[in-house]
C-alpha cells in the first residue's frame, strides 16, 4: 500500500496522500505552493513502506513550519483537530485506550439510534471533552457524559436504556439470545446484524448442531434428525402410510426433531454460561417451550424471541430468494413444501403467544433490528433498575 497513515484513535489505516496533507496546511492559511512543499518534503523524508502515526505526521509537519518561519501557521496548525492530543480513556482494569467515535457510537447500538444519529451524538460527546480540554478521564466518566449528553438531546426512553445497558454491561453476566422461526424468515442474517451491534463474537446456529449430531448418530438410529424440520412427520413410526396429509403427525414430527437437537443447545447454553460469554442462538428448532425452559436456573440474562414473516407472498419470496443463492433445486424443494413451512410457522407463533415469547414480524431490516433491541432493552430493564447516582458511583 505505500507509506501508511495509521490513526489510533478511530483504528483506521489509510494511505498517505500528499494532496490531502496539502489541504489540511491551506486549511490553515498556509499558500497552496508552500503547503504543497512542506507535503512533498514529508513525503521525501519517509521510506516507501513506511509506517507513520496521525501524531507523527503532526510532529514532522510543526518541526518544518518552525524551520521555515512560518510561525503564524504554525501556531493555528497546533490548535487544529488534527494536532490535539488525544484523549485517553481509562478502562476498569486501569489500562488507557484512546478516545474512539467508532466506539462510543457502538455503545448507543441498545438504544436503537439509527447510525447517522448515534455518530451525530458522539461527535457532540467529543467537542465537549475538546472544549473543556480534556484529556484523560475514567470510563466510568465518559459513561456519565454520555448519559447527562442524552438527557440534554434525546427522549427520556432513549436516555433511560442507555442507563440500563450501562448497568447490565458492568455486571458481568453473559446475554443468551434465543432466536427461533422457521425456515426462511432471515433468522441468520438478523442475527448476524444484532451480534455485531453488541459486540457478541459467539453466534451458534441450530442447524449446524443438527448437522454435527447426523455425522455420529445413524439415520436409523435417529432418522428424524436427518430429515427437514418441516417433513420429519414423515419419519414418524405411528404414520398413518395412507394418510395424504400431515396434519395430524405434523406437530409431532417437529417436536421430535426439536428435541434431539435440545441437547446440543442446552450444552452449548451450559458452556455459555460457565465461560461468561454471550451468546446468540438462532434456528428452527429453538422453539417457545424451549426458551421458557432455558430461561429458569441460569445466571444468564436470557432473552426468547420468534422472528416471523406474517405475509405468505413474502415468504415465498424470500424461499426463492434463498434457494436462488444456494442451489435452484433448493429454491425448488421450498416451494415443494411451502405449505408445511407455513405450518410450522403457525405453530411458532401460536405457542410463543402463548407462552408470551415476543414475535418480531421481519418486513424491513432495520425495523426489524431496531424492534429486537428495543426487546433487549425492555428484558434488561426488568433485571436492572440502578439510579445515575449507582450506577456511576
Known sequence: ???????????????????????????????????????????????????????????????????????????????????????????????????????????????????????????????????NDTTELSSTALAELTYQYLQDNEPPEMVQRYLVWTEYARSGRPLILLLGGTTGVGKSTISSEIAHRLNIVRTQSTDMLREVMRLMIPERLLPSLHVSSFNAWQTLPSRDEKAATFDSHFVEGYLTQAREVAVGIEGVTQRAEREQISLILEGVHVHPALQKHLMHDT?????????????????????????????????????????AIWELQSFLLEEADRLQVPIIPNVAQDETIRLVMETISDYLAREYTGTPETVFA
Open 299 to 339: 445466571n444468564a440474562i436470557v432473552i426468547p424471541l420468534i422472528l416471523a414473516v406474517l405475509k405468505r407472498k413474502q415468504l415465498r419470496r424470500q424461499l426463492k430468494g434463498r434457494g436462488q443463492q444456494v442451489a435452484s433445486r433448493q429454491s425448488e424443494r421450498y416451494m415443494e413444501h411451502f405449505d
Open 1 to 131: 500500500m505505500g507509506i501508511a497513515v495509521i490513526d489510533p484513535a478511530e483504528n483506521t489505516r489509510v494511505p498517505f496522500l500528499r494532496g490531502i496533507l496539502t489541504r489540511s496546511l491551506q486549511d490553515v492559511g498556509l499558500p497552496f505552493k508552500k503547503a504543497y512543499e512542506i507535503a512533498n518534503e514529508i513525503r521525501k523524508n519517509l521510506s516507501p513502506d513506511a509506517e507513520i502515526t496521525t501524531n507523527g505526521l503532526a510532529d514532522q509537519v510543526i518541526v518544518l513550519l518552525e524551520e521555515k518561519q512560518f510561525l503564524d501557521v504554525l501556531e493555528r496548525y497546533k490548535k487544529s483537530p488534527q494536532t490535539r492530543i488525544p484523549i485517553q480513556i481509562i478502562e476498569r482494569d486501569g489500562q488507557p485506550q484512546p478516545f474512539s467515535k467508532g466506539l462510543l457510537s457502538q455503545s448507543l447500538e441498545i438504544c436503537a439510534f439509527p447510525a447517522d444519529e448515534r455518530y451525530t451524538i458522539a461527535a457532540g460527546i467529543e467537542q465537549q471533552l475538546l472544549n
